[in-house]
């Protein structure tokens, strides 16, 4: 059984670039959430995804945003990319309410 | 306003040694509790986790730790590190249906 997967594992941008990041939910999995996580830090939670709705969402600005297919795969968009964005991105996938499984994450370097 | 702080930003042991990774929280509503492991390469993965029940939860690979409602803490042990527990560990409070907030992480190495 494959665990959560995410897409491209590393990706390099310049400023003012969007990027698209992908991330397939462990098997049985139905809710997606995205967080950052800065080179030194713990994870911030961007936002959540069920039922291809945005459930949650944390303190990021509108250059973000995100959606849910059908088969709970899910993709994070950041527009307009600034030097700040640089950070690995992690995928979560969970069942409704129960814990969450993290993926591998995206490297993202915006130069 | 909710948050984890994890006072301990770098901890370095000898093997065998005892380890306590400290831990508190500031959160509204029902708490659940997380220990996340990062090993250098490796992604995310849960040690243990605290829902409700008893306040001692034992996670994987001998880690252990204790919810403490009155001082809003939730502190991870060892008995006896090895080399492999070489890692970064991050304390987290949330909930599987909504998000999950981590603390900034404790950086453990382990001399051999």
């Known amino acids: 059984d494959a665990g959560v997967t995410q897409s491209p594992t590393h990706l390099i941008k310049t400023r003012g670039q969007q990027v698209t990041l992908r991330c397939s939910p462990k098997s049985g999995h139905d809710t997606v959430s995205w967080y950052q996580q800065a080179l030194g830090q713990g994870p911030q939670f961007i936002f959540q995804?069920?039922?291809?709705?945005?459930?949650q969402r944390g303190n990021f600005p509108d250059r973000f945003s995100g959606h849910q297919f059908p088969n709970y795969s899910s993709e994070l968009n950041v527009n307009a990319l600034l030097l700040g964005d640089s950070a690995l991105y992690l995928c979560?996938?969970?069942?409704?309410?129960?814990?969450?499984?993290f993926g591998p994450g995206t490297r993202l370097t915006v130069l | 306003a909710q948050s984890v702080s994890q006072h301990n930003h770098h901890v370095i042991l000898s093997e065998a040694a005892s380890l306590e990774l400290g831990c508190n929280y500031s959160?509204?509503?029902?708490?659940?509790l997380f220990w996340y492991v990062q090993y250098p390469g490796q992604h995310l993965q849960l040690l243990l986790k605290y829902f409700s029940g008893d306040p001692l939860v034992k996670g994987i690979k001998g880690f252990e730790a204790e919810f403490i409602k009155s001082k809003f803490s939730f502190n991870l042990r060892k008995p006896s590190v090895q080399w492999s527990d070489t890692a970064e560990y991050f304390c987290a409070v949330g909930s599987s249906a909504s998000k999950i907030i981590f603390g900034s992480g404790t950086r453990l190495s382990i001399r051999p």
């Open positions: 979560a996938s969970s069942q409704s309410r129960f814990e969450q499984f």
């Open positions: 995804y069920y039922e291809e709705e945005e459930r």
């Open positions: 959160y509204g509503g029902t708490v659940n």
